[in-house]
């Protein structure tokens, strides 16, 4: 007799995160590239084990929320400090059917302002130990670009 699971993708998604002892649990090292145009890097940028000039390393753990890799980008980075700058994620991984990479759109903050993303963490968006995050930051005079892969209609 063949036993079928009634478990789905939702109660799967509900599942409450484990949370993590950061001072049992060794952390990760994370390769954060960085523009200040406002827009991500191209896929094709990260192909051939080249990787854009502007990284960042940051160590830390998989439950670190974007607010939390905000405050750290920002102590790098004075001019982007200033409030109202808005940072916006990508995870950058590779594609498992080719050697290319995909920027996949996990979330935006605002410094000075909270935000719905803000407590988003890295697990709960699916990274995985070895992938990039891809940061476009755009300084508070100018508005963030429209999301090229979003159509208009």
């Given at each position: 007799?063949?036993?079928?699971?009634?478990?789905?993708?939702?109660?799967?998604?509900?599942?409450?995160?484990?949370?993590?002892d950061?001072e049992?649990?060794?952390?990760?090292?994370?390769?954060?590239?960085?523009?200040?145009?406002?827009?991500?890097?191209?896929?094709?940028?990260f192909?051939?084990?080249n990787?854009?000039?502007?990284?960042?390393?940051?160590?830390?753990w998989m439950?670190?929320?974007?607010?939390?890799l905000?405050?750290?980008?920002?102590?790098?980075?004075?001019?982007?400090?200033?409030?109202?700058?808005?940072?916006s994620?990508?995870?950058?991984?590779p594609d498992?059917?080719?050697?290319?990479?995909?920027?996949?759109?996990?979330?935006?903050?605002?410094?000075?302002?909270?935000?719905?993303?803000?407590?988003?963490?890295?697990?709960?968006?699916?990274?995985?130990?070895?992938?990039?995050?891809?940061?476009?930051?755009?300084?508070p005079?100018?508005?963030?670009?429209?999301?090229?892969?979003?159509?208009?209609f």
């Amino acid at each position: 007799m063949a036993l079928e699971s009634r478990i789905t993708q939702e109660e799967i998604k509900k599942e409450p995160e484990k949370p993590i002892d950061r001072e049992k649990t060794c952390p990760l090292l994370l390769r954060v590239f960085t523009t200040n145009s406002g827009r991500h890097h191209r896929a094709d940028e990260f192909a051939r084990g080249n990787v854009p000039s502007s990284e960042l390393q940051i160590y830390t753990w998989m439950d670190a929320t974007l607010k939390e890799l905000t405050s750290l980008v920002k102590e790098v980075y004075p001019e982007a400090r200033k409030k109202g700058t808005h940072f916006s994620f990508a995870i950058v991984y590779p594609d498992p059917r080719g050697k290319v990479y995909r920027l996949k759109d996990i979330g935006s903050t605002i410094s000075g302002r909270k935000g719905a993303d803000d407590s988003m963490t890295l697990q709960s968006q699916r990274f995985q130990i070895g992938d990039y995050l891809d940061i476009a930051i755009t300084p508070p005079n100018r508005a963030p670009p429209l999301n090229t892969r979003m159509r208009p209609f």
